[in-house]
């Protein structure tokens, strides 16, 4: 089907995550005569979910209303999910059971972590995505430490968001006035993997000052009744390898897969890393197709998913749709080499990262906090 002769159905944008966002607020630059937003709820910033966990902010302060902002933009919106697409009749299918023929469709679904099962008396079970989960846990740990409790917390994953959610942990405990037990456990040799060394010695000695234990090259194989087993990267639990560590709530914090849905479109995926890409964003089995985000998989380059690459991608995606429907050459997107990525560590610090550049403490905190609330407050009515 050529763009032009599909007028009347719209662009499909689907899931508001970063880049869809910047589409809808960029309505008034794209050609086609409508463009409709299918999202379930609302946008959850994961810069600030860190700081939601660890009580710093409100929960609401970290929440877009998107179908507010596609009001205000002209776009329409519908309340749904995506379950699938019909690439013959370029229809999208939803999880109501209505189908919506389309013209073109921006996937921007995100990414989600899906826990290993949880042991009937074994700990509580929690993924940091979807990041209402994150609020979810607050509100628990809340309840506990309200009445007193310390129950044992264990993280798993030592890259940017386990770090950032032990530390948040400690955080949300000492507005309490409650010291328990907070481990984060990591299956690679060391914590950040990739990060400047100067910069994980600084973690390291924060780590320490906060009673967070750290446990390296572990990898969490299960969960047992009070806690879970770990066993070296890639070696079967046995008598001598296997450790176990007690916990009352094991936040996984690893493993950020696309949603499920990607896999059941009926177009060529990158297994655990989503919807195969062009450099110009788009599918390359059906033209019509755009992907941004953590759901997209770029042929030429494995990206981290951290939200600044949908930021930065948004433009180009913007422009191949304008340029594809009026039939004019797509342009590439050219990752950056080293993006910029700031954990917030709680009580007021945060750990500054760029390539082989670093910068920890208070400074890097309030500008962690600026870049934030500019973000968001962009697209606040
Ligand atoms: C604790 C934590 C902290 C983080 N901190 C940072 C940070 O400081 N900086 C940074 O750059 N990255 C950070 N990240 C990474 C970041 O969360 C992701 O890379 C980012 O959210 C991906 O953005 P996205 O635009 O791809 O999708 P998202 O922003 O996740 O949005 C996806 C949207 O799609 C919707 N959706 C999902 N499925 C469907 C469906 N079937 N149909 C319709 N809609 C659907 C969702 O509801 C959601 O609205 C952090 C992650 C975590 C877990």
Redesign the pocket.
Known sequence: MSPSSSTEAPLLL????????HLIDQRHRLPMPRVVL??????????M??GV?GGQYAPAADRLD?MALAHRRGVEALR????GLDLERHEAQL?DGRRLAVSAVSL??????IPPPAHPEGPSVWA????PR?VALRRRLERDFAAGKRPRLLVAGGG??GV??ACQLRALADRHGLDPTIRLLTRAPELLPGAPRGAVRWLHRRLVRRRIEVATGLALVGHLPGGVMATPPGQPPGEDNARFFAADHVIH?VG?TP?P?IERLGLPTIAGRGLTVTDCLQSPAASWVFA?????ALLEHELP???????RQAPVLRNNLAAWWQGEALRPYRPQRR?L????LGHGQALAIRGGAWWGGRLAWHW?RHL?TRFLAGYRG
């Open positions: 689907v899931g508001a995550g970063h880049a869809n966002l299918l999202d379930p709820g609302g946008f959850w910033y994961s810069g979910a860190g966990l998107p749904g999910r995506l379950t999880d921007n679904l995100g990414s989600t972590v940091v995505k979807p990041i994150l940017a968001s950032e959610v914090a950020l949603p849905v941004a985000g953590d759901c997209a998913r951290l939200g600044v690459y949908g930021v993006a990525s700031i954990l917030d962690k934030d």
